[in-house]
């Protein structure tokens, strides 16, 4: 299984920015996808897991009201969407495929190619 | 949340030699721990789950060993192409909390 990424954005402060994650070779209806941050030069960042099977998803305190994750079984693709952007938001953002149906008690792998997102004004 | 601590920060070895990398986790996680490769300018790799379960395809110079709060990584004999920031990372319940990463350079 593979996951290809959607391509390098730059929003202004306030938008807001929707990353995809297709998956390929293998159906994302039976796993979870994680996604992760790594703002430039620092360490990596979870932000929440959807269940590709059930749709129920599980986010980061951090992010609680600012952050939507989806997926479109029909196109094998999980979306994150990140609004109300600031200049911090700056970061590569990747999915991760968690190895079992579900992000719980499983690792992720493998991971997408990262998309980075530019917040400038 | 669950903390994740390695150390050290950063190393610097020779071709050739062994090395080790603490992780220590702040409650315990059982053997929900997994050690991750991040090569300059790549993406995370999956080295090892189950705190000791090689991934397939990862090479078997790497090791992991632990269970609880403790854990280590280790490289049985430091190639060139180890050069990477290391991050353990647990995955025994929400939220998910990696390690601040180890670099490994080659003296």
């Known amino acids: 299984v593979q996951l290809v990424q959607s391509g390098a954005e730059v929003k202004r402060p306030g938008a807001s920015v929707k990353v995809s994650c297709k998956a390929t070779?293998?159906?994302?209806?039976?796993?979870?996808i994680s996604w992760v941050r790594q703002a430039p030069g620092q360490g990596l960042e979870w932000m929440g897991w959807i269940s590709a099977y059930s749709g129920n998803t599980l986010y980061a305190q951090k992010f609680q009201g600012r952050v939507s994750m989806t997926t479109d079984t029909s196109t094998n693709t999980a979306y994150m969407e990140l609004r109300s952007l600031k200049s911090d938001d700056t970061a590569v953002y990747y999915c991760a495929r968690c190895s079992g149906g579900s992000c719980y008690f499983n690792s992720f792998d493998p991971w997408g190619q990262g998309t980075l997102v530019t917040v400038s004004s | 949340d669950i903390q994740m601590t390695q150390s050290p920060p950063s190393l610097s070895a020779s071709v050739g030699d062994r090395v080790t990398i603490t992780c220590r986790a702040s409650q315990g996680i059982s053997d929900y721990l997994a050690w991750s490769q991040q090569r300059p300018g790549k993406v995370p790799k999956l080295l090892i789950y189950a705190a000791s379960i090689l991934q397939s395809g990862a090479p078997s110079r790497f090791s992991g060993n632990g269970s609880g709060t403790d854990f280590t990584l280790t490289i049985s004999s430091l190639q060139p192409e180890d050069v990477a920031i290391y991050y353990c990372q647990h995955y025994n319940g929400a939220p998910w909390t990696f390690g601040q990463g180890t670099k490994v350079e080659i003296k």
């Open positions: 070779g293998e159906t994302l209806s039976s796993h979870g």
